[in-house]
């Protein structure tokens, strides 16, 4: 018997070997075991190997996390394998909400002034914070709840509804998880009660902004209690 596994493609993937994990209370390795027929039929595992530079570096490459080098643009804040975090400047960008939900008629389709904002990209998790200043962030700047529905003001998660993901990686994907999170469907606050400090209210706001003829009141964002550093190093 030849053993193998089928994931996503009609290609046969053979057994090569296994790596075991050993742990203990103050050390813990890793050691590679070839796969080798056994006598009774199937496989076994051979003996123990030490890890080498190589054989990660297949490993990886094997894993598609060998990705290539990208020049960063200017509005990277953090980049790693499976976390992306840049900032867009304010900007006029159309907005659109589920006909059925709580949002007054005529808003949906229209387009509107928009806070700088911080992205952060985390596997497949979109989050989104405010800011309050028109300029690159620091790792203390203290961040702002994102004044859109669907978006969590604790956590910044964004609830992805009818949102289509990008399916592409790298650099090329930071303006697509924009593009898609402003044109799929606003349907519904989640987390907080009010999304901004303003006295003329959230929907009030968005009338006024309408057009984008006048800048966002960065001034009524309310504290997210964290800073870009703080949002960047937490899991979610």
């Known amino acids: ?35 080798k027929p056994s006598p009774h039929g199937g496989v076994a595992l051979g003996e123990a190997r030490d890890l080498t530079t190589e054989f990660i570096r297949r490993l990886a490459q094997g894993l598609c996390t060998d990705a290539p080098a990208e020049v960063l643009p200017a509005s990277v804040l953090a980049w790693t394998g499976d976390l992306s975090v840049w900032w867009t400047p304010r900007a006029v960008r159309r907005m659109y909400f589920r006909p059925n939900s709580e949002a007054p008629t005529g808003l949906s389709g229209e387009m509107f002034s928009q806070p700088p904002l911080v992205w952060k990209v985390a596997g497949a998790e979109l989050s989104v914070r405010a800011l309050r200043e028109n300029q690159r962030p620091s790792e203390d700047t203290p961040l702002m709840i994102a004044p859109y529905w669907n978006t969590d003001g604790d956590s910044g998660v964004v609830c992805q509804g009818s949102m289509r993901a990008p399916e592409a990686g790298g650099v090329a994907s930071l303006g697509a998880w924009e593009q898609a999170f402003f044109q799929s469907e606003f349907t519904h606050q989640t987390g907080v009660k009010k999304l901004l400090a303003a006295k003329r209210g959230y929907f009030q706001t968005l009338e006024a902004l309408k057009g984008g003829h006048q800048r966002f009141p960065t001034e009524s964002l309310q504290p997210a209690g964290e800073t870009l550093a703080q949002f960047i190093q937490r899991n979610r």
């Not at 018997?1 to 009609?10: N, R």
């Not at 290609?11 to 103050?26: Q, V």
């Open 1 to 35: 018997m030849k053993p193998y596994v089928a994931i996503g493609s009609s290609e046969p993937l053979t057994l090569k070997g296994a790596l075991l994990f050993y742990e203990g209370r103050g050390r813990a390795f890793v050691t590679w075991h070839e796969a």
